[in-house]
């Protein structure tokens, strides 16, 4: 069975073909950081510009480079939503037309999911179900995945999520955008201990978390005194990964799942991934995390997750290409809406 997968969700462009036997056959990525940096952040319109330049030389490229022809094809998978809506529709567009010439069904796969069955894609003996640690740009959220389709939200960031406030605290230290990967490089040239912020809403009960105020408490910080930026950029990333492993300690004893998995752009990020296995180890529960490249938008995560949507699928093939023939994107969309 062979999926192609479309993700347009941001400023990311990525296409990827998988096999179900033989696994990730070709996949490329077109990063549209460059575009956007002079802005300071993503401009929507911007991005689905790009997303329709970049399409179809990207699924081009991923065909030609595995040698397999758009009609051998078993469905052609694109991110549904959430995300931005005008990138997402370009995205559907090209999708739902190639697939349409093709004679091949065309699945709407969520976001999320993409991100949360990106560990398969490493093949390291990972099943249902697992708790999940979902930290992207737009999302922080704990989730119990019981089964494929059968999630819950345990617990999310009521305000900024994780890698916006990594992007917005970067933006403090005069680093480009996206700064979570130059904080958490400046970070390492830093003492830990040096500055001290606070670990939000430790204290209190439930998995909810907060972010906004770590970016607020480093603002004050540099109006008080004159810190190394990179003493600042450890303590910051410190507070969010120790708020992050306690969080997820505390939702793995809740929900007793025996396994962990950490997926979405901040899960590249080597401080948080020390901390989150230094709990798992303790706690005695194995965890999986996407190679770097697959934790940030990939197309690799939406054709898996079609891969296994198309293989749990009740209907025929014939009757999933009719099931949903019109154009349709979601710009908000929550995870735990999405059945077995
Ligand atoms: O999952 P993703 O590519 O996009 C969304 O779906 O949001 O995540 C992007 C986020 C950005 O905020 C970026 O700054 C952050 O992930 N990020 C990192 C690192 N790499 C990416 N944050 C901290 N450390 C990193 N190494
Ligand atoms: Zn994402």
Same mark, same amino acid.
């Given at each position: 069975?062979?999926v192609?997968?479309?993700?347009t969700?941001?400023?990311e462009?990525?296409?990827?073909?998988?096999?179900?036997?033989?696994?990730?056959?070709?996949?490329?990525?077109y990063?549209?950081?460059?575009l956007h940096?002079?802005y300071g952040?993503?401009?929507?319109?911007?991005?689905?510009r790009?997303?329709?330049?970049r399409l179809?030389?990207?699924v081009r +490229?991923?065909?030609?480079?595995?040698?397999?022809?758009?009609?051998?094809?078993?469905?052609?998978?694109?991110?549904?939503?959430?995300?931005?809506?005008? +990138?997402?529709?370009?995205?559907?567009?090209?999708?739902?037309?190639?697939?349409w010439?093709?004679?091949?069904?065309a699945?709407?796969v969520?976001?999320l999911e993409?991100?949360?069955?990106?560990?398969?894609l490493?093949?390291?003996?990972l099943?249902f179900?697992?708790?999940?640690?979902?930290?992207?740009?737009?999302?922080?959220q704990?989730?119990?995945?019981?089964?494929?389709?059968?999630?819950?939200?345990?617990?999310e960031?009521?305000?900024?999520?994780?890698?916006?406030a990594?992007d917005?605290?970067?933006?403090?230290?005069?680093?480009?955008?996206?700064g979570?990967?130059a904080?958490?490089?400046?970070?390492?040239?830093?003492?830990s201990?040096?500055?001290r912020l606070?670990r939000?809403?430790?204290d209190?009960?439930?998995?909810?978390m907060?972010?906004?105020g770590?970016?607020?408490?480093v603002?004050?910080?540099?109006q008080?005194?004159?810190?190394?930026?990179?003493?600042?950029?450890?303590?910051?990333?410190?507070?969010?990964?120790?708020?992050?492993?306690?969080?997820?300690?505390?939702?793995?004893?809740?929900?007793?799942?025996?396994?962990?998995?950490? +997926?979405?752009?901040?899960? +590249?990020?080597?401080?948080?991934?020390a901390?989150?296995?230094?709990?798992?180890?303790s706690e005695?529960?194995?965890?999986?995390?996407?190679?770097?490249?697959?934790c940030?938008?990939?197309g690799?995560?939406?054709?898996?997750?079609?891969?296994r949507?198309?293989?749990?699928?009740?209907?025929?093939t014939?009757e999933?290409?009719l099931?949903a023939?019109?154009?349709?994107?979601?710009?908000?969309?929550?995870?735990?809406?999405?059945?077995p």
């Amino acid at each position: 069975m062979k999926v192609l997968g479309i993700e347009t969700s941001c400023d990311e462009t990525g296409v990827a073909l998988i096999d179900d036997r033989e696994g990730l056959l070709a996949h490329r990525l077109y990063s549209q950081t460059d575009l956007h940096a002079v802005y300071g952040g993503v401009v929507p319109e911007l991005a689905s510009r790009d997303h329709i330049r970049r399409l179809l030389p990207l699924v081009r +490229a991923v065909l030609d480079e595995a040698g397999v022809d758009g009609r051998d094809l078993d469905a052609v998978a694109y991110t549904g939503g959430p995300g931005l809506l005008g +990138a997402l529709l370009t995205g559907a567009s090209v999708a739902r037309s190639l697939a349409w010439g093709w004679g091949v069904p065309a699945l709407a796969v969520h976001h999320l999911e993409g991100h949360l069955l990106a560990p398969f894609l490493e093949d390291a003996g990972l099943d249902f179900p697992f708790l999940a640690l979902l930290v992207s740009g737009g999302h922080t959220q704990l989730i119990h995945a019981r089964a494929l389709g059968d999630y819950s939200l345990l617990g999310e960031s009521i305000d900024d999520a994780a890698g916006e406030a990594f992007d917005k605290t970067a933006k403090l230290l005069g680093l480009g955008y996206p700064g979570g990967p130059a904080l958490a490089r400046l970070a390492e040239q830093g003492e830990s201990g040096v500055l001290r912020l606070p670990r939000p809403m430790l204290d209190r009960p439930g998995l909810d978390m907060s972010f906004s105020g770590l970016k607020t408490a480093v603002l004050t910080a540099l109006q008080k005194q004159d810190w190394r930026p990179e003493d600042v950029a450890r303590a910051f990333e410190e507070a969010v990964a120790e708020t992050l492993v306690e969080k997820t300690r505390r939702a793995l004893a809740q929900c007793g799942a025996p396994a962990l998995v950490v +997926a979405g752009g901040v899960a +590249a990020n080597q401080t948080l991934r020390a901390g989150l296995r230094d709990m798992a180890a303790s706690e005695g529960v194995p965890v999986f995390f996407p190679r770097p490249e697959f934790c940030t938008d990939n197309g690799a995560m939406i054709a898996l997750a079609g891969l296994r949507r198309l293989q749990a699928a009740t209907l025929r093939t014939d009757e999933l290409a009719l099931a949903a023939p019109e154009i349709a994107a979601r710009a908000r969309w929550p995870l735990a809406e999405l059945t077995p």
